[in-house]
Structure formats: structure tokens, C-alpha cells
């Protein structure tokens, strides 16, 4: 007898005689709704996720965010200043964070669209997204751009994010130029 799947075990603990094969039967009359349906919730749960995160990076509550991380998580922030390179571990990710709120003190993510796509063992999460924050000479920062977040079975493992690396490079160098010399600081990288 073949092994039941987990979709086909929801049927058979929901069915009252406990018979696999009725439960088969049911299974194949409902099984792509259920599937959809599966996925729709799993991804509304991942969605639910991202957004909280961009929430904690305005509030600078980094340390949910990385326990979500896997231990090897690769991050990618473009351009050659303070905050951009790679880091490819969980504490140069903590490290980068840290940095970025003391850098960026007021900046605000806004998550407009949040897409998401796959299983638990391979999903890929894209946000879209802009930014603002104050700048020490009163001139505005508006910036936009894309993260891209591939998880495995719950854990964060790969960021991509994608945004106006020039228009951060010259903010930082307003900030230095009111004296914070850690936006003149090499990257970090791992």
C-alpha cells in the first residue's frame, strides 16, 4: 500500500471511517482546491512575515529579523560605501543592521507590494518598496527600490536588495560631512 501524503492525511484524520481509500477518492474530487488553497494561505502567512520585518527594520528591532535568518545568510546591498557589499553570516548581517540605524536614524520603509512564490522548502518573497528619512542638511531622501528573499522551510538564507545605491553613497556622505565618520567606513563584509 503506498504512503498517504500529507494532504491525503488531513482527508483521512477528517473522515470518519478512517479509510484511506475514500479518503483517496475524496482527495482527487477536491485535491487542486485544496492544494490552491494550501498555497494561498502559506503564502498570505509569508507576506504577513515581510511586512512585519520592514516594520521592525523602521522600528530598529533587528534581532526578530535575524533569528528568522538562517546561521549562512547571504545579503547583497549595492554600491561601494558604508552599507553596501555582501555578508554571507548572521552576525555581519547584525553588524550591517546596527550600522544601518545608526546611519540612516529616521529612515522609513514603506512596503507597497509584497509577491510571493513557492513552498516552504523553496519560496521566493519580492517586495517593492520606497524610503525616506531626514538628512542632517535638511535636504530630502527618497529612494525606492526591490528585495528579493528566498526562504527554506522558514528561514531566511538569501537578500537581494536592490534600491538607488548612488543616492545612498551621496547621503552617506552628507551624514560624514556633519561629522559621522562611520558613513565614511569600509563596508562590512563577510
Known sequence: MQVPTLAEEIV???????????AR????????????TEARMYHAIV???????F??????????ILKG???DVHHRFGGHHALGGERHDRDALGRWFERLGRLAPTL?????????????????????????????DGSPYNNHGVHVIRMRW?????IDANEDSQLVAASLQI????????????????
Request: aromatic residues 12%; glycine residues 8%.
Open 12 to 22: 483521512i484524520a477528517g473522515n470518519s471511517n478512517g479509510d484511506p481509500y475514500s
Open 25 to 36: 477518492k475524496d482527495q482527487q474530487q477536491c485535491g487542486s482546491f485544496r492544494v490552491w
Open 47 to 53: 507576506k504577513r512575515i515581510a511586512l512585519k520585518n
Open 55 to 64: 516594520l521592525r527594520v523602521n522600528l530598529k528591532d533587528y534581532v526578530p
Open 69 to 71: 535568518c538562517s546561521p
Open 108 to 136: 522609513r520603509l514603506t512596503a507597497h507590494d509584497v509577491w510571493v512564490k513557492g513552498w516552504p522548502w523553496n519560496t521566493t518573497v519580492f517586495v517593492r518598496w520606497s524610503a525616506v528619512q531626514d538628512l542632517p
Open 154 to 158: 522558514g528561514k531566511v538564507f538569501d
Open 175 to 190: 551624514w560624514a560631512g556633519y561629522g559621522v565618520n562611520e558613513a565614511l567606513a569600509d563596508p562590512i563584509l563577510s
